[in-house]
């Protein structure tokens, strides 16, 4: 229970349990797994109760599935899960924030690419298990653990490094029990620290072992060092995340708005020009462009940006507001204020809201 407040993924926590009972052989008890079972759906049942119900946040607008279609969101998900496992073994070209290019067809190259490479390490995962059960539990827990992020049930991000942090422990548990298959154990029995060997030979490859997974461990540290550097400021933050992805919509956003605040008018404005052109359904960065047209002085040009955010969020009440401004500066009284009592009613009050409207009133 404190394990899935603290990390919704540890909902799979139960299943390694079922996992290592099935592969490592222990005897089947049905009253043994009935009150696993049982257990394991309460608790399951109470944090979804709790985080869907007690604890949403009631701003949030329902989550979608990726591209608005199941269908399109599975057959991206098979990509993105070929790149998490290509991941473990070369994590290069990190990212932040990842913006997936959606899978439309079946017979997109991408798509099969990944369909081939996860058949692949379908068949690599059943020969480990036929030769090692303990190494094949570890390979399935990799991918158990990536059942909740795989977007089954939408959850607002396709894909993103943080959601390996407990499918990389099957990962390294392979990894080590390989390591250990191949390090010499002829060691005396008086030795304690294994130091002393008889086999040069295995003294050799023992020292090998250790000095490739020495390598190994430094390198991914002084990875680790590096990489915390592009959490330094907000600026080296979004400038990665718009080199590794040029196409990033989100990213280039957020430099337009790190340079708005830093009085570089000109250069935010090129980045949300660029945004929306990336994806012109980006109700925030017309609205941050509209803002922006506003403080150059292009009226004109922010009524056209705030009509499209509206178009999209007609149904909340700030955007009716946020339209409601540049109108108001044009001196279109009369339109500015049956604009907004259009859209006045008892659900939508804010002080904001109110304060405009007895403005123009």
Known sequence: MLALFSKE???????????????????????????????????????????????????????????????????????????????????????????????????????????????????????????????????????AALLPVMNIIPIGHIMAERYLYLPVAGFCGVTGCVIGRWFPSNIPAGSRTGLFLTDRQALKR??????????????????????????????????????????????????????YKHGDLDRAIGELERAVLLKNDYPEGHNSLGTMYIDKGLTDKAISEFSWQYTMTRHLPMPTIIWGMPILIKMHWMSALCFLTRRFSSTCISRRYLTILAALI
Not at 120 to 137: C, E, M, P, T
């Open 206 to 259: 023992r020292a090998g072992i250790i000095a490739i997974a020495a390598v190994v461990v430094i390198s991914f540290a002084l990875r680790t060092v590096l990489r915390n550097n592009d959490w330094r400021d907000e600026y080296t933050f979004w400038t990665k995340i718009a080199k590794e992805q040029p196409d990033n919509h989100d990213a280039h956003n957020n430099l337009g708005v790190f340079y």
């Open 9 to 143: 993924s540890a909902i799979v926590l139960p299943v390694f349990i079922i996992l290592y009972r099935l592969l490592c052989g222990i005897p089947y008890l049905k009253r043994y797994y009935v009150k696993i079972l049982l257990g394991y759906a309460f608790v399951s049942f109470f944090f979804i109760l709790v985080r869907f119900s007690l604890l949403k946040n009631p701003r949030l607008v329902s989550v979608a599935y990726y591209e608005k279609s199941f269908w399109i969101s599975g057959m991206t998900m098979v990509k993105v899960v070929a790149y998490y496992v290509k991941q473990m073994f070369l994590p290069i070209h990190l990212n932040a924030d990842y913006k997936a290019i959606p899978v439309r067809t079946l017979s997109d190259m991408s798509f099969l690419i990944s369909v081939f490479f996860l058949v692949a390490v379908g068949v690599i995962v059943f020969r480990i298990i036929k030769h090692s059960r303990i190494q094949g539990l570890f390979a399935l827990c990799f991918f």
